[in-house]
């Protein structure tokens, strides 16, 4: 009996006002077309390397003319390349606004949608939209077994805030206290991260159980965490979901000049890569390819890891790469703003 074929899930909500909910938006954009050009992007380079999986993008867009004539050929062109476009009705929390990105409900109600009717064996990959698959069958071949779900868990400093607001559960090692008055082992939790989930479709659901089962419990107490990182890192550290670190093949990189942050030693070897840096960049560049066909060079690129490095902004970049993104950001911009003045 052959494997079940993997479903690869991508996830995208827009609010009244047309743009971009947590939690995707960037410090610099919540424009849904910069994560449609993610979300063809990711699309691309699944299918362009021919991997042997399904496609969908988990999504509350019910009317497409909020998109506008980008947006709605960018849909399009995903649409294209096999990505079924999963209606999803994304529900609003308790005291959510613009600074409590709940991204936890947002992954609930995407695994929740993409789940249904699935064999309880197939596996599901959800992913933020900024990725890009390197090497899809060494990323698929790491799916964890039974029960166990397949993050990427990132070492901050264990007293260092990752999330930036709100007063429970903001550090590591604070995780690691709150599971200890909760019953479970004190010391400073792994922090899971939001932009890769994997598992069976049984495990995964069981997941958004315990995640409500969680928040039942701590709102009892007069308590939130209103993050899905800090849901999820408090379930690990309780011991409630098995968790299995998959940085071995899966990694975030922050690309370019604008942070501190170091590329992993040897990128190349990773199966996807979480590029948060480069919406409107190298991304954009590669969704713009896609859009109007011209594949071929993007095809080429993504099948030598030393040339999508390159593409993508990992490795090999310098002063000559930043000059050209920041023309290309200047370019773009002056363009919009034209447009905004004929308008």
């Not at 052959?2 to 410090?27: A, F, K, N, R």
Request: with cysteine; hydrophobic share 40%.
């Amino acid at each position: 009996m052959s494997e079940p074929i993997p479903l690869v899930v991508q996830y995208l909500c827009l609010g009244e006002d047309g743009e971009t909910l947590p939690p995707h938006p960037s410090v610099r954009t919540s424009s849904p077309i910069r994560y449609l050009e993610c979300a063809v992007t990711q699309a691309a380079s699944l299918r362009l390397q021919q991997a042997r999986c399904d496609l969908a993008l988990a999504t509350n867009i019910s009317d497409r003319g909020v998109l506008g004539s980008a947006g709605l050929e960018l849909l399009e062109r995903a649409e294209s390349l096999g990505v079924q476009i999963l209606p999803t009705e994304f529900r609003e929390r308790a005291g959510d606004d613009s600074r409590t990105y709940a991204s936890a409900r947002y992954v609930r109600d995407a695994v929740l949608s993409a789940t249904e009717g699935q064999s309880p064996q197939r596996p599901l990959w959800f992913t933020d939209l900024d990725c890009v698959w390197l090497d899809p069958a060494r990323a698929f071949a790491a799916l964890p077994a039974g029960e166990e779900i397949g993050c990427i868990q990132i070492e901050y400093p264990p007293d260092w805030d990752v999330v930036g607001f709100g007063e429970l559960g903001l550090t590591r090692r604070a995780i690691g206290e709150l599971a200890a008055g909760m019953g479970g082992s004190a010391g400073v939790a792994p922090w899971i991260g939001g932009e890769l989930l994997t598992g069976s479709a049984g495990a995964l659901r069981q997941v958004v159980q315990r995640c409500e089962a969680l928040d039942a419990r701590l709102a009892a107490n007069g308590q939130t965490l209103p993050s899905e990182q800090q849901i999820l890192s408090l379930l690990g550290a309780l011991g409630e979901v098995r968790f299995r670190d998959l940085s071995a093949v899966a990694r975030r990189i922050q690309t370019g000049s604008r942070h501190s942050g170091a590329v992993p030693e040897n990128p190349t070897a990773l199966g996807l890569w979480h590029l948060p840096h480069e919406k409107g960049l190298s991304l954009r560049r590669a969704a713009t390819a896609a859009r109007h066909g011209r594949t071929r060079r993007l095809r080429r690129d993504l099948a030598d890891p030393v040339r999508a490095a390159r593409r993508f902004n990992v490795q090999g970049t310098g002063l000559a790469r930043r000059i050209r993104d920041d023309g290309w950001i200047a370019m773009h911009r002056a363009y919009a703003a034209a447009c905004s003045r004929r308008t």
